[in-house]
């Protein structure tokens, strides 16, 4: 999967999780929860939906990576690269 | 003839769910959708754990702990159960605090609270935007070391009037008191301060036969009146449980039980390491509670005086007048005939924090006599707000630490599980043996029905990574 692709698809898991926010302007430098709903429930949402599409373990340490859009994507691209 | 209750299950689950609380439900419908087999059992007849209900002759239903829960709780539903059982929860709007320091009515939302900070409090706008985004910002990791006593003090010193508007309500709601950490008080107020207090339209009977029907249609094997005794171990890691005398297979075992009941009892000290057991011996329950519930007369009606009140005689908050034998301060909660759509009937349940050993070793005369004074002592009190409650009831019952006890096996009835502490042991229990799990009310933070079927979610995707 390219850099490109490993977004899209954290952008689509995103927009499951939370369907009652507007996705369209978030930047992807700020934390995405300053920018949007996004509860620690929902962000567990995200670390389990990622498990159960693509089998990628994010360890409980790590969780602080994937506080923005471009550090999550950074983040999952070499785990990404393979699928 | 004994009806084998465990008939016809399988040799094997990949998970084994003791309990069938909030946490447990959700936690075994959120497994049984990533696809595991799964097998839920419970001793009771009925699921829902402390989420219960009852019918009595004359057409009366009572909810045990349906006393209203954050909006959370739609969210939590929607996601983890289905957009059904989210679309029957509905704002409970008449909250209403009645004490010899103030008498008021709220609906508990962060416009309607600063509101009554400002106008019946006096307390400037920016000091409340302050306290309220103080506790937004908590974290459950964050410095445990201040207390909720201190939090207030910071905020709003030297005023118990204060302390009674802010504390009490969740007091009733969790049992914690102002020793307790500021964190623990922080979370759970901006759950409900976010936008209220709100309930299942239908009752707890509704709301749990939605979510029994959710488990088979995901899969799940659901077996009512299993006793569970024994968590099998072999070799620190799970083998599975006995239930009703029968040894049953699983690869993981989550207890929805109270989690010291499952380390010293189904479990059993020796197959722990020392200092696990020595830190879980620290761990302290939470409080018990009493209840007595009011069944009033078919075609009698009673006046809207709102939908949960807060009252007390006491002359200032006091967690621990509000555990004694005979506390003035109680909660009603009026359970108006749109409760339950189509029904033509109220009840009224009053409830009140509870220690069980005020209760436990009294003598069978002395155990009847106590209830009975409990009951009309309640009826004196609700006399001032339902005139004549006495010509208008035809049914009372009354529930203690020891009926608690009975039906949820919580030792010592504790009905909102442990102190914070809980939650280390309870998230440390896969580390000290492979496979086995916890989730229920532990922690003060994951109490009550949204933050029981929350962390039903959480343990949920850890007994996942272990199974995958």
């Known amino acids: ?83 | 003839m004994n009806r084998d209750w465990l008939k016809d299950t399988k040799s094997e689950y990949d998970v084994i769910v003791i309990g069938s609380g909030l946490a447990g439900l959700t936690c075994a419908n959120m497994l049984a959708k990533g696809g595991h087999s799964i097998l839920l059992l419970e001793h009771h007849y009925n699921l829902g754990g402390l989420a219960t209900w009852f019918k009595r002759k004359g057409g009366h239903i009572f909810d045990i702990s349906l006393h209203g829960f954050p909006v959370g709780m739609i969210k939590t539903c929607r996601k983890y159960w289905n957009p059904e059982i989210a679309d029957s929860i509905v704002q409970l709007k008449g909250i209403r605090l009645d004490n010899p320091q103030f008498s008021l009515t709220t609906t508990y939302d962060s416009d309607d609270f600063k509101r009554v900070m400002q106008e019946h409090f006096k307390i400037p706008r920016e000091t409340i935007d302050n306290f309220v985004s103080a506790l937004r910002g908590m974290n459950f990791y964050d410095d445990q070391t201040m207390t909720t006593r201190e939090l207030f003090e910071n905020f709003f010193p030297g005023r118990h009037d204060i302390v009674r508007m802010i504390m009490e309500p969740i007091t009733y709601a969790n049992g914690s008191t102002l020793d307790d950490p500021a964190i623990t008080y922080g979370i759970v107020f901006s759950n409900f301060l976010n936008k209220g207090v709100y309930t299942f339209q239908g009752g707890t009977d509704k709301i749990i036969g939605m979510m029994r029907a959710e488990l088979i249609k995901n899969g799940v094997d659901v077996r009512t009146k299993c006793l569970v005794g024994k968590i099998g171990i072999e070799d620190k890691k799970i083998a599975g449980v006995v239930a009703n005398g029968k040894m049953i297979k699983g690869k993981a075992v989550v207890s929805n039980g109270n989690l010291l009941s499952t380390i010293h009892k189904l479990v059993g000290d020796e197959n722990f390491s020392e200092s696990f057991i020595e830190e879980a011996k620290k761990v302290r329950l939470n409080n018990s509670s009493c209840q007595v519930y009011m069944g009033i007369k078919k075609g009698e009606k009673i006046d809207y005086i709102g939908d949960l009140l807060f009252t007390s005689e006491a002359e200032k908050f006091d967690s621990e007048e509000l555990r004694s034998k005979n506390t003035t301060s109680r909660t009603f909660s009026i359970y108006y005939p749109q409760t339950r759509p189509g029904s033509d009937m109220y009840s009224i349940v009053a409830s009140s924090n509870a220690n069980y050993n005020d209760w436990a070793n009294l003598s069978e005369e002395k155990y009847r006599a106590s209830k009975e004074e409990l009951i009309q002592r309640t009826l004196d009190a609700l006399e001032k707000y339902v005139p004549k409650i006495r010509d208008k009831v035809d049914y009372l019952e009354a529930a203690t630490p020891k009926t608690f006890q009975r039906y949820t096996l919580h030792l010592s009835g504790a009905s909102f599980g442990t102190k914070f502490e809980g939650l280390k042991i309870s998230m440390g229990l896969p580390k000290e043996i492979l496979g086995l799990f916890h989730t229920g009310s532990v922690g003060i933070i994951m109490s009550g029905w949204l933050g029981a079927a929350n962390y039903g979610v959480i343990v949920a995707n850890d007994v996942d990574k272990f199974l995958s």
């Not at chain 1, 490109?4 to 952008?11: C, G, I, R, W």
């Not at chain 1, 920018?35 to 567990?44: A, C, H, R, T």
Request: glycine share 2%; no cysteine; net charge negative.
């Open chain 1, 1 to 83: 999967m390219t850099k490109e692709e490993t977004k899209s698809v954290l952008m689509e898991i995103v927009a499951q999780i939370i369907p009652d926010e507007d996705l369209t302007n978030l930047k992807g430098d700020i934390p995405i929860r300053e920018q949007v709903e996004l509860d620690s429930m929902d962000f567990l949402d995200i670390i389990m939906e990622l498990r159960k599409r693509y089998g990628i373990e994010v360890p409980e340490d790590d969780y602080i990576q994937l506080a923005t859009i471009d550090s999550s994507v950074a983040y999952l691209e070499p785990r990404m690269r393979d699928l």
